[in-house]
């Protein structure tokens, strides 16, 4: 009869504490892999993973009734604006219509397709898009 042991190989990559503050606090993850036998592996595989989720993603979700003519590892220009608008209370603000295309850009970068999705919904494509800087 043989006996049988539990061992547990631990490795850890820890983030600066920037990287953890713009990411809106600690994570962690737990891997459980028959495959990693020892420890510089367990940590290789640990330090692969920060590096990948320190990266900030973002997510974006277009709507259209055809496909988007983009593939994984496009870069696209992705900007935020800022539209005028009417206060309703105090009209301190002036009214500027949106449709009359007025907008301020607030922050734009370049960004690389990562992965899409696309799904079928109300006879539209919904492609949600993961972007990475």
């Known amino acids: 009869m043989y006996e049988s042991a539990k061992i547990a190989i631990k490795a850890e990559a820890i983030a600066t504490a920037g990287e953890i503050s713009a990411a809106g606090g600690k994570r962690t993850l737990r891997i459980d892999n028959h495959l990693i036998q020892d420890t510089a592996t367990a940590q290789s595989v640990a330090d692969s993973y920060l590096s990948d989720y320190k990266t900030q993603k973002v997510k974006i979700s277009i709507s259209k009734p055809t496909p988007l003519p983009y593939n994984e590892g496009d870069t ?51 492609s949600v898009l993961e972007l990475e800087s």
Do not use: C, F, Q
């Open 76 to 126: 696209i220009w992705h900007s935020e604006a800022i539209l005028p608008y009417y206060a309703a209370v105090s009209a301190l603000i002036s009214y500027v219509a949106a449709a009359s295309g007025v907008h301020y850009y607030a922050d734009g970068r370049t960004l690389t397709i990562r992965k899409i999705d696309i799904n079928m919904a109300g006879g539209n494509y919904v």
